[in-house]
């Protein structure tokens, strides 16, 4: 089995996992596997209730961005992450370093869509990151449960389509850093959320997940909706909601927008516009919030 470009070979089902971020946490808990975590890492907000019992079994190596030092004491044999940029030397060790320490590591393919089959949709690849947990794990039947749950919501979404007279444009504002926002490009999370109602990602003509614009580029695209993160319990200036809105209403741009004026905002968690079994949490708080504003049925 690959992952993100590296060949994963098991002679059995890991028993000393550890996961270098919450969504890789949370979906290893969803598969009951919490009994063979070794230990977590990089907490953004509160684990999700259903998991809350799960996660107290397993120990928080730290709760932010785990080191080399800290991940080696764990003696783990396997190491998830949903994201590439979590494996480099300044952090828990390349995969190649980690590789030639004979420890196995797996990256979401919804980060890596170029080590996939082309065409497959974000969420399309986070399915297919359940179903090779499940056959590494020997789980397959939980894995296929939680897709199968999981494509429920997707088709939901998509029935949603028949109420848009048209393509609505969102704007997906996840974070802001030193007054600067950071909204959804091609290609993530929220691009395959819009696609699937029937809407369109402001951004989507950027092929980064996660790009650094101006509000100046936001106030030039001038969205029907904008989608906000709350990242608050993250604790860094202009993670919460409120902050963002506040920002928005005191730009002498932005505060002219139809959307700002007319408070076509929809809140979101930020972590569930990540790659995770949250995300689907977040899609139906996205049908619903563009059903309350008028679009769609």
């Not at 080696?72 to 480099?88: E, G, I, Q």
């Not at 109420?163 to 929220?190: I, K």
């Amino acid at each position: 089995m690959a992952s993100c470009g590296q060949q994963l070979s098991f002679s059995q089902p890991p028993e000393r996992v550890v996961t270098l971020d919450q969504s890789s946490t949370e979906t290893l808990l969803a598969l009951g596997l919490q009994d063979r975590m070794v230990g977590t890492s990089n907490l953004k907000t509160k684990i999700a209730p259903q998991y809350r019992a799960a996660y107290g079994k397993v120990p928080v190596l730290h709760p932010k961005i785990l080191t080399g030092e800290q991940l080696r004491a764990a003696t783990p044999d396997f190491v998830v992450s949903s994201f590439a940029d979590l494996y480099t030397k300044d952090r828990v060790g390349t995969r190649k370093e980690l590789q030639g320490l004979d420890l196995p590591s797996f990256v979401s393919a919804v980060d890596c869509p170029q080590a996939n089959k082309p065409g497959l949709t974000p969420f399309e690849r986070l399915f297919q990151d359940y179903e090779n947990l499940g056959r590494i794990f020997h789980v397959e039947a939980r894995a296929s449960a939680l897709v199968s749950q999981q494509r429920k919501v997707t088709t939901q979404a998509v029935k949603a389509r028949k109420g848009l007279a048209s393509r609505p444009s969102v704007v997906w504002v996840y974070s802001v850093f030193n007054g600067v926002p950071y909204v959804a490009g091609n290609g993530g999370m929220p691009s395959d959320m819009s696609r699937l109602i029937g809407a369109r990602n402001a951004f989507d003509d950027i092929n980064e997940e996660w790009p650094e614009v101006s509000w100046e580029e936001i106030a030039k695209r001038d969205p029907d909706v904008i989608v906000i993160g709350d990242l608050s319990e993250r604790g860094t200036p202009g993670d919460s909601a409120e902050e963002k809105r506040t920002m928005m209403r005191k730009h002498p741009v932005v505060s002219q927008l139809a959307a700002v004026r007319k408070n076509r905002v929809i809140e979101l968690p930020g972590i569930e516009m990540d790659p995770s079994v949250r995300t689907v949490h977040a899609l139906q708080q996205f049908v619903d919030g563009m059903k309350d504003l008028g679009y769609g049925r």
